[in-house]
């Protein structure tokens, strides 16, 4: 195909970012059943054997011929759309034309489904003749990366074949269990050269979802438990020093069949939302390497094209994962390999569509090496005619090499730092650094900014801005903040005592308690000095000291609760209290003395967190830590209660 053939092929497809269009069944799947019904293809395939044996006849031997003029396929190399792609490849080994149209090509990753596992050795074979062929070397840091998926309704696929079910497992609550077998499994992949793995599932299981077998390949229906399990396959998967990728983003189970459209809707108010988010919040709260994105609109988020897919939604992408939810790891869109993609939008434009609204990379089965060139032509054409912007794609390249930066120097879902919350999102703006915390759920289009007051703001105040977080209340909210519950309705034009998270309040405190000069030192306080680390809040601080914000305003002089990383902020505390710990903290004895002398820093339970899985974060033991805070039941924990920790 020449360039002007090209050309005209691209000015041909409809360019409508956010027009509407018919979704079949299949594409709606999320990712785990897209590749449950390519594995599942009736195509006879050769055995491992077959595939190496040159005498074979080549009736007998159809790889032989599938990339039969694939090597004469070209590709822009200044643009490398291949970079964004993780394909499929054809039968249990690849041939001289296959090579050199992997070559050609050079693929970010390429997907191994049934069709090409046979054993561990055809498979560590087949990943090495793919990595020999694209030339960049043959270590499982060397692109492109091998991927699979665990087994269809079970965590493994080289393993026992009596391993649990993800709904099993969210029965048994056992955390840790889950972890085991994500490190055996991240294992078995590792020793063959995977070095991702398209799980955990964060879908929450509705039993009307038009998914099929969510009932058994979700870790259950109440957020917290998928959020607690799939965080926790995840830490074992990359302790086996393999990439986790959370799928399918925004979750599926609460996906319904539209019969006007045809197309996966998920009709739920922001709220309702929020909750169905919630464990892909947590993923990106706790630096998840990568999460993908299914193919359900979601039209309370896409007003003006309710038909939009999320894999092709800037809102759900660019705003919510990126900005919101400050997520940095890498996005794909799942599978785009289905004959169901409709004249309103081609699988090519939509390859396009999702790299522009911010996906990092595309997920294509179809192994065809016509329709993968057509794909990454539909790209290059794209950013030749302004519709990709190529630093964009620089950006999203940046993305896809922290994996390879990851592989080298594999870690846990966090990189705790003292007295830092762990996972806290990093905020976008700086003047809403404020209202980012750990925990927050989604603040999507559609969710309003804080209300403007009904009359003028009280005199002698500033005002301050505040994100409603899981579990706050107006009582602990108004505590915390030093203000009156009642001027909180007032000031939010709030119906009742309901706070919706991810919701944004105002608040007003007093300029001359703000104003004022920091105390001094009283007979029964002790002065302390914090350094603001890296996604800290005033208000966040304010909790963990058992203080108010309005105390930290006074204390410092501050002007507003605008903060920044590395400034010093003054407290005066109970000299009764442990220096240590807040006062608002659950109160604990004081431990016996550890006998290896470790710098201490203090974790803020999480929801959905154990005591095992903490343990593993800080590289610790369960039963150290039940030791350093004189834990009288270690089955029992509270969220938002704080432990000490030895410093990793």
Request: glycine letters at 8%; one cysteine or more; a negative charge.
């Amino acid at each position: 195909m020449d360039t002007h053939d090209r050309k005209r092929k691209s000015r041909s497809m409809s360019w409508t970012l956010f027009g509407t269009f018919a979704i079949g069944v299949a594409i709606g799947f999320s990712m785990c059943y897209a590749l449950v019904l390519s594995l599942g293809r009736g195509e006879a395939q050769p055995d491992a054997a077959q595939a190496v044996t040159p005498t074979e006849e080549p009736a007998a031997e159809p790889v032989s011929t599938f990339y039969e003029r694939a090597a004469e396929l070209e590709f822009a190399p200044d643009i490398w759309a291949g970079r964004h792609l993780f394909i499929a490849v054809e039968g249990t080994a690849l041939n001289a034309n296959g090579a050199a149209f992997l070559k050609k090509l050079r693929p970010g990753g390429v997907v191994l489904r049934d069709a090409n596992l046979a054993d561990q050795t055809q498979t560590a074979r087949i990943v090495t003749q793919i990595k020999e062929a694209v030339g960049f070397g043959t270590g499982i840091t060397n692109l492109p990366l091998i991927v699979v998926n665990p087994e269809p309704g079970r965590i493994a696929r080289f393993g026992d074949p009596e391993t649990p079910t993800p709904a099993e497992l969210g029965e048994r609550g056992d955390a840790e269990a889950v972890r085991r077998i994500g490190l055996d499994f991240g294992q078995a992949c590792r020793a063959r050269g995977i070095s991702v793995v398209f799980a955990p599932v964060l879908d929450i299981y509705e039993p009307d979802s038009v998914q099929p077998d969510l009932d058994r390949t979700a870790f259950g229906n109440a957020q917290g438990v998928v959020a607690k399990m799939g965080l926790a396959l995840a830490e074992g998967i990359m302790a086996a020093g393999v990439i986790p990728v959370a799928k399918h983003y925004p979750g599926m189970g609460a996906a319904r069949w539209d019969p006007e459209t045809h197309l996966m809707v998920i009709e739920r108010d922001i709220p309702e939302l929020a909750e169905l988010m919630y464990p892909f919040a947590e993923a990106a709260a706790q630096r998840m390497p990568g999460i993908m994105v299914g193919h359900v609109a979601v039209p309370v988020l896409e007003k003006d094209a309710p038909d939009t897919p999320a894999s092709l939604s800037a809102a759900l992408v660019g705003e919510v994962l990126r900005e919101h939810w400050g997520f940095d790891g890498v996005i794909a869109a799942a599978d785009m390999a289905k004959d169901e993609m409709t004249a309103a939008r081609s699988v090519d434009q939509a390859a396009v569509e999702a790299l522009s609204a911010g996906c990092d990379a595309v997920v294509y089965l179809d192994p065809d090496p016509a329709r993968i060139h057509a794909l990454c032509v539909a790209i290059e054409d794209a950013v030749q005619e302004g519709r990709l912007a190529p630093e964009e794609l620089e950006r999203s390249k940046q993305r896809l090499d922290g994996w390879l930066s990851w592989l080298k120097e594999p870690r846990g879902l966090r990189a705790p730092e003292p007295v830092e919350e762990p996972g806290a999102p990093e905020p976008v703006e700086p003047e809403t650094a404020e209202t980012v915390e750990a925990e927050k759920l989604v603040e999507p289009e559609g969710m309003e900014a804080a209300p403007e007051p009904t009359e003028e703001p009280p005199p002698n105040t500033v005002k301050l801005e505040y994100t409603v977080e899981p579990g706050d209340t107006l009582e602990s909210l108004a505590k915390i903040c030093g203000v009156n519950e009642t001027a909180v309705i007032k000031w939010n034009r709030l119906e009742d005592e309901t706070l919706t998270p991810g919701a944004k309040l105002v608040l007003y405190a007093p300029t001359e308690a703000v104003m004022a000069q920091p105390l001094a030192k009283e007979p029964e306080m002790v002065r302390r000095e914090h350094t603001v680390q890296a996604r800290e809040t005033l208000f966040g601080i304010a909790e963990e000291y058992g203080v108010t914000v309005l105390d930290l305003l006074k204390w410092n002089g501050l002007a507003d609760s605008k903060i920044r990383e590395g400034q010093v902020l003054t407290l005066y505390l109970p000299l009764a209290k442990d220096a240590g710990e807040a006062r608002g903290a659950p109160p604990v004895q004081e431990p016996e003395p550890v006998q290896d002398a470790v710098p201490i820093i203090s974790h803020r339970i999480r929801r959905g967190e154990t005591l095992g899985g903490i343990a593993a974060i800080y590289h610790t033991t369960r039963k150290k830590l039940v030791e350093l805070n004189n834990l009288s039941n270690p089955d029992k924990i509270l969220f938002g209660q704080k432990l000490k920790v030895p410093k990793p």
